[in-house]
């Protein structure tokens, strides 16, 4: 399965048009995005609609929500939402920072639900109009994985042609039956496509075609591209779209949405030295032994002018001190984090890594002083802020294969630490 280099930010410039130049100043028109989530979730057997579903701290929904804020040439976004989850949804809005979110209610069925949306977009509370967009994006809440490349494809065809939509090739024969349950007859797989999401649309026709389409197409139907052919005459322009538009449907496949998340967002880390000899030369041999790992890794003397840098595009820091009382370190690495608000919407990962340097070494049964009890503390306080603090504990050896065999032991623990991303472990000094 392909991955998104990062959830919810990707890149544009890898998108090829025929007949426009891919990049962020291709869309010089008004565009806006609906996102039905009003279903209940059956197929999940959670209680809870899978759109509202959590991993990492966040329910799904903001993850979807945040792809398409981070394209900046999508002005509004339209959440439609069951009556009664609309405080919930609220909520989310509100504590993820989500900006320019409309949230309306749902109708009793899907299409109903998306005409409430994309009626929003033109009418405001009690019949004021609002400045329509040109092209609407309708997508599933619980596809949270769709590329910006892949939007502005859909996106400048459905202005072309009027509509657009995303397809996939069929993975399964598809058979019809008889009311016996016998084989009646089976479909030539390679004719057909699986329609997917996103479906992009100019606004006047998906608008027309709700205004025109029965009462039994709001009831049983489910395929927008279809409306608009039937009620407006607009064939839409279909376009096969990338492995990574898979919606989440049963509950295994948020299992695998929070594993996509954890393996984009534990490709790299950042290596704090404080600016010591021994820890910098401890960083380095990291540096090659996570490499290794396949993990890029970066070595800074701290998180301060230049560095600084790495707070606002990294995920995962491990701060290297020569003895226990530069834990306080850790302490500014996390309120730095903190104000620059890294953590709200993904978990941050800090690995204290401890060279003990004297010649007896410290044993697993001689702690630190009031090191490790103080790092519980700090570890449970900053896990209620998304940052996941974990410890580990290594003596230096003055022979070179024993020494090597121990650094290569914290790179292996580091990489599982950060891919894991276990709250159970915060807190714990590990030795190495």
């Not at 504590?95 to 929003?120: C, K, M, Y």
């Not at 030539?188 to 997917?196: I, L, P, Q, V």
Request: proline content about 4%; charged content about 20%; aromatic content about 6%.
């Amino acid at each position: 399965m392909d991955r998104p280099v990062e959830p919810g930010h990707f890149s544009a410039c890898e998108a090829r048009l025929d007949k426009h130049i891919a990049g962020r100043c291709s869309v010089d028109f008004p565009v806006a995005v609906v996102l039905p989530a009003g279903g209940s979730g059956e197929r999940t057997g959670l209680l809870t609609p899978k759109q509202f579903c959590t991993f990492l701290n966040r329910p799904l929904i903001s993850y979807t929500i945040q792809t398409f804020e981070r394209v900046p040439w999508i002005q509004s976004i339209v959440v439609v939402v069951a009556k009664e989850s609309l405080d919930l949804m609220m909520d989310i809005i509100h504590r993820f920072h989500h900006r320019n979110v409309l949230v309306v209610h749902g109708g009793s069925t899907r299409h109903r639900s998306i005409f409430n949306g994309v009626r929003a977009l033109s009418e405001g509370e009690g019949g004021t109009a609002r400045v329509k967009p040109k092209v609407v994006i309708i997508h599933d809440a619980v596809r949270p994985f769709v590329e910006e490349d892949f939007l502005l494809k859909i996106t400048m065809a459905a202005k072309e042609q009027g509509a657009a939509g995303a397809i996939r090739p069929l993975v399964s024969t598809v058979i019809a039956t008889t009311l016996e349950g016998y084989l009646d007859h089976s479909l030539e797989r390679t004719m057909y496509r699986a329609s997917e999401m996103p479906q992009g649309f100019i606004y006047d026709v998906i608008y027309q075609a709700y205004q025109r389409c029965s009462e039994s197409d709001f009831e049983f139907g489910t395929e927008c591209l279809h409306l608009a052919l039937q009620y407006c005459g607009t064939n839409a322009k279909l376009i096969e779209g990338p492995p990574t538009l898979w919606k989440v449907t049963y509950k295994r496949d948020l299992a695998a949405a929070e594993s996509i998340v954890k393996e984009t967002l534990s490709q790299s880390a950042c290596v704090v030295t404080g600016g010591s000899a021994q820890a910098t030369e401890l960083a380095n041999a990291l540096q090659r032994s996570m490499s290794a790992l396949d993990m890029e890794v970066d070595v800074i003397s701290d998180l301060m002018g230049d560095d600084a840098k790495s707070l606002s595009k990294e995920w995962n820091f491990i701060r290297v001190s020569v003895n226990s009382s530069c834990f306080s370190e850790v302490g500014k690495m996390l309120s730095a984090l903190e104000e620059a608000d890294r953590a709200l919407l993904h978990p941050v990962v800090i690995i204290w890594v401890y060279l003990n340097v004297s010649e007896d070494g410290l044993s697993a049964s001689e702690p630190m002083g009031g090191e490790p009890a103080a790092m519980m503390e700090l570890a449970t306080g900053a896990k209620l802020g998304n940052i996941l603090v974990y410890g580990i504990q290594l003596h230096h050896s003055k022979e070179a294969t024993l020494w090597g065999r121990s650094v290569e032991k914290v790179a292996q623990m580091s990489c599982a630490l950060i891919r894991d991303r276990s709250p159970a472990l915060t807190g714990q000094l590990l030795q190495a």
